[in-house]
């Protein structure tokens, strides 16, 4: 006997009547199993139907007869019997359940013969190497089912992908791909279905299976979002997609403390009184020391806008989280389906709401992220991102990151994502999960800088589709004596016309916020994503970017006259808010006693 076959033995113990006569009814079958011609190893590399593993039910526990369908409970006439394992489900090739679980989640995505007819839009790509729709869902099936409620090493992420995978693969054939439930309940091996069972009976066995694993999976990896006041991830998107007032369909969120008050003050005046967006905005932030008294009456005091702490949603799990990692988890608890974070520091040039209206992008990904500066150094981050996802899809292999042309590929001062839509709600808990406490100060955060690459890097890992705007992080201020352009980490829009940038209208945030007040005259921004050329910061000087080659594809433009006034207001109204002080500027603009 194979030592394969040694770990797929069920354990030597007593069995009911019923499962005694299961068993028997399925002698035939399970000779073959034990003499080894069934393996797991070839799955996903064109192997015969024949070398795909059973689901196999072990009887590993007392059950108590009260537990329902959503427990993962079997129901074989009479008698339950528990769907949990040990390790029977485990393959001596890890990587056959990987990818197994990457071509399932490509075939979902609709990448079908896709790299023939559309090679250019390809995100995942895995499709291109033989793949069976029975053996990839033979085996991520049965994967799930086995480490279902498995407890893991935390730390571990590759383990962590494989159940996020797990949980996004159940959910979207539950939910939203009913017309696959008669093919995959087709697929379903004999040990499960017995040959007297209807096809309801069968269908209705798959569909108990799949409540099972996403149950114990949502208590496993998200016990906050259980203990939350929505309970389940089904009632979550449910909310966002049925609940929700059409005023609250889309809006914007900040999250701050008293550091960075003033420029959250300054970004959403800025957006209410210059560039007239009418967006409603929610301020997140974390317990009652996070913001004073004052502060949260203030911001409650401008036009549409509220607050909202973080730790009325998430349980003990926010009571945990702390500066950058609270952004993905005030995305998920915002009241917008449609949701768009944007830093305290960040300023925009345009409504704002261009990003929901007009974006080809988040039109057709539901997400849409930003490209940091191009900078190079060292690989740490690379070497561990190319560890723990394993066959790295076609998109990401054409990103800077994977050419090591920089360490940097995301910048999360804006991140604009649809709830509404499974996959992407994947994408943000996985991210949820990389900034939890033991995941960010055990790992994530001693490899990156904060959260800022968790989004991109959990869409992949999650096997979510995903997109950049096209530029690369670039400056926007004023031209230096080396004909450099300085100022503010400057984006543009999908079309290159100017956005916003990060770092507010000061030299310096991080040495004062009250001095060096910048002019804003040119931009600078890189199509290229290589061999960039920075001059650093100093206390008195912002950062500056120029080509490093004639020919080199960055690009550096004088803004436009109303670009020009729209830059002028932004630091006109900062000033009015720093020189008065923020206590009397909200007496004299929303008439507020402080």
Known sequence: MSSSMRKMMLPRRRLSTLMTCLLVASTV?????????????????????????????????????????????????????????SGIFATEDSNGVDLAQIQLLDFLNGEENMFVKDKESLFGGSLENPFSLKQAWSTSHAYALG??????????????????????????ILHDHPNLHDTLVSHSTPLFNQASDSKSTKRAKFEQQLHAIIDDLTRLMYPWLVQSRFKSLHALQRHFRENTPTKDERGIIYSTGRGHFELA???????????????????????PNDLDADMIKAFNAMPGVMTVDVWDYWGEEARQLGGWAIKPFALLASRFTKVMFIDADSVFVQDPDVLFSKSEIFEKYGQLFYHDRTITGYDWCYNWFNGFVPYVSHYANSLRFQSKNTVHEQESGVVVIDKSRTEVLHGLLTTCRMNMKVERDGVTYKKMHGD???????????????????????????????????????????????????????????????????????????????????????TTTPFCLKPKFPGQKVVVMELSDSDKRVTRKLVRLYSEIIEEGWRQYFRDEFGLQL
């Open 29 to 85: 079958y399970l000779i073959a199993l034990w003499n080894g011609a069934v393996s797991v190893s070839g799955v996903g590399r064109g192997a015969s139907d024949a070398d795909v593993a059973p689901w196999i039910a072990q009887h590993n526990r007392k059950v108590s007869d009260d537990r329902n369908l959503d427990d993962g409970i079997v129901m074989l006439d009479d008698e339950p019997f528990s769907t949990e394992n």
């Open 147 to 172: 480490i279902r409620s498995n407890a893991y090493n935390r730390t571990d992420f590759i383990e962590m992908g494989r159940r996020a995978r797990a949980l996004h693969i159940a959910y979207r």
């Open 265 to 287: 003050v300054h970004a959403i005046q800025s957006l209410r009184t210059i560039l007239k967006s009418d967006l409603p905005i929610e301020v997140h932030h974390m317990g």
């Open 452 to 538: 800022k690459e968790s989004y991109w890097m959990s869409w992949e890992l999650a096997r979510v589709p995903y997109k950049f705007s096209p530029s690369y992080g670039g400056t926007i201020g004023y031209k230096n004596d080396k004909g450099a352009v300085c100022g503010g980490l400057f984006h543009t829009d999908e079309y290159l016309q100017p956005l916003w940038w990060n770092g507010g209208v000061v030299a310096n945030k991080h040495v004062k916020k009250t001095e060096g007040l910048l002019k804003y005259e040119f931009a600078a921004y890189d199509l290229e994503g290589k061999d960039i050329e920075w001059e650093w910061e100093t």
